[in-house]
């Protein structure tokens, strides 16, 4: 193809929006609630893994950070992505999928899953430095 950089790596991989998940989880509505009608939403789930670990219970914030990262990981696949490349924190869709990924790697090293804890941390840091940075 004329003109393509071949050294510029894997193009950003930007998710759709969800403008009625969004919109519901913005204006308050519970994340289990969100999270029932809308499962592929990543951010209901990166919510309720957030509410769990703060209330102290790492293995239900395994599970629902688990959730997110994987229908993220659906969504991501979809939209082009295949394994690598940028996901990037601007694009706030993709906040879902990282603050998951960020969630999964925080109750993977609460439960004492170490290399699973370093995996998603640098898989974090690989996609998108501003989230890791953000979110750390």
Do not use: K
Request: net charge negative; aromatic share 8%.
């Amino acid at each position: 193809m004329p003109g393509e950089n071949l050294l510029s790596g894997p193009p950003e991989t930007l998710l759709p929006d969800d403008p009625a998940a969004r919109e519901a989880l913005e204006s308050g509505v519970d994340a289990a609630t969100v999270a029932a009608a809308h499962p592929s939403f990543s951010a209901a789930w990166a919510d309720l893994a957030d509410r769990a670990f703060a209330a102290g219970d790492a293995v239900t914030s395994y599970a629902y950070a688990r959730t997110g990262y994987h229908r993220g990981l659906d969504q991501l696949r979809r939209a082009g992505w295949r394994g690598q490349g940028p996901v990037p924190w601007a694009h706030e869709p993709n906040r879902g999928f990282l603050r998951s990924l960020n969630a999964l790697g925080r109750a993977a090293e609460a439960i004492g899953e170490t290399d699973e804890a370093a995996r998603c941390a640098q898989f974090l840091r690989d996609s998108s430095a501003e989230a890791a940075e953000a979110l750390g």
